[in-house]
């Protein structure tokens, strides 16, 4: 049974990173360059993978616990300012489009819906990646980690989308790929469908009890 139910959706929200996109060899290529910087040892693109979607400061924190063990502030610190300024002036090289994706926002946007890009990742990089790939004329709004104080699993920028739109939550639709996704629509009180291919920190999806998982978007449409 499909909560979908998009007849009756106005708003739908997407995650960006394992949801609309496979960032991940990016995110792989910013942090051993940032690594190198500091004289650390490399981490793996498998590694990258169970590390990121939580945020960029957390990233930093799993790859430095896991390198060095305990984790100093100012080297936990050091490795951010340098991953985010090695990231963010290039977050778009080998970044792709996941596979459905491109036919659900443009059935979104001829259907009149608002969409709208709801991330972790800092705004700035966020929004070159949305548009170096060609899917900023889809998006009403990006909205990254860095705008509010909270970022999911708070439920702060969905519920911004809802007054912002001045629209009821079952009017809203999440779609996510991880654990935040789904807690940060349940604590929000909007229904979320996740995706079966996405990052969730190297644990089964359906692990977090979602509402509905698919492994394409198009099927939503069938």
């Not at 489009?97 to 800092?122: H, R, S, Y």
């Not at 699993?153 to 809203?172: D, G, M, S, T």
């Not at 990052?199 to 939503?220: A, F, K, M, S, W």
Request: negative net charge; aromatic residues 8%.
């Amino acid at each position: 049974m499909s909560i979908a139910k998009l007849e009756q959706r106005q708003v739908i929200l997407f995650d960006l990173d394992g949801t609309l996109v496979d960032s991940a060899f990016d995110l792989y290529r910013a942090m051993n360059m940032s690594l190198n910087v500091l004289q650390l040892p490399h981490v793996t693109e498998q590694q990258v993978r169970m590390w990121i979607g939580k945020g960029t400061s957390l990233f930093c924190h799993s790859t430095l616990q896991h390198l060095v063990g305990e984790v100093h502030p100012a080297q936990h610190q050091e490795l951010l300012n340098t991953f985010l300024e090695i990231y963010n002036a290039d977050p778009c090289v080998d970044t792709q489009i996941f596979d459905g994706i491109m036919e659900f926002l443009a059935w979104g946007k001829a259907q009149g819906k608002t969409l709208v890009c709801v991330t972790n990742k800092p705004e700035a990089p966020a929004r070159a990646i949305v548009e170096q790939l060609g899917m900023h004329d889809y998006f009403d709004d990006v909205i990254g980690g860095d705008r509010f104080s909270e970022r999911k699993p708070h439920p702060r920028q969905l519920l911004h989308c809802v007054e912002n739109y001045a629209v009821e939550k079952h009017q809203v639709l999440m779609i996510g790929d991880s654990v935040n996704d789904v807690e940060a629509a349940r604590r929000a009180g909007v229904d979320c469908i996740v995706v079966s291919y996405g990052y969730n920190h190297g644990e089964n999806i359906h692990d977090c009890q979602p509402q509905q998982v698919v492994d394409n978007l198009t099927e939503l449409l069938a």
